[in-house]
């Protein structure tokens, strides 16, 4: 089994905001976590420069862990987050 099945698994929810320009990326990100349970797992998929580093420096600013940030082809990027302690 590869890290990317085994991280799979581990995912809670999954998100797209390939759409979104900021602010909107991590208003939705940020909505996302707040329905979830401490310690659940959210993956993101995001396009563009500016998500990719505004969004995981919110999100740990507010307690979230990192998981991972992986590049894929097409500008798109994946970021697993965990949600942090309420």
């Known amino acids: 089994m590869s890290q990317?099945?085994?991280?799979?698994?581990?995912?809670?929810?999954h998100l797209?905001?390939?759409?979104?320009t900021c602010p909107?990326?991590?208003?939705?990100?940020r909505l996302a976590l707040d329905r979830m349970r401490?310690?659940?797992v959210?993956?993101?998929l995001m396009k563009g420069e500016e998500p990719r580093?505004?969004?995981?420096r919110t999100a740990?600013?507010?307690?979230?862990v990192v998981l991972e940030l992986v590049e894929l082809e097409g500008g798109l990027a994946r970021l697993s987050l965990r949600k942090?302690?309420?």
């Open 42 to 44: 959210l993956q993101v």
């Open 4 to 13: 990317e099945q085994r991280m799979d698994e581990t995912v809670d929810r």
């Open 38 to 40: 401490p310690g659940q």
């Open 24 to 29: 909107m990326t991590f208003v939705r990100t």
């Open 53 to 56: 580093r505004n969004v995981p």
């Open 60 to 64: 740990t600013e507010q307690g979230h």
């Open 84 to 86: 942090g302690p309420a």
């Open 16 to 20: 797209d905001i390939t759409a979104e």
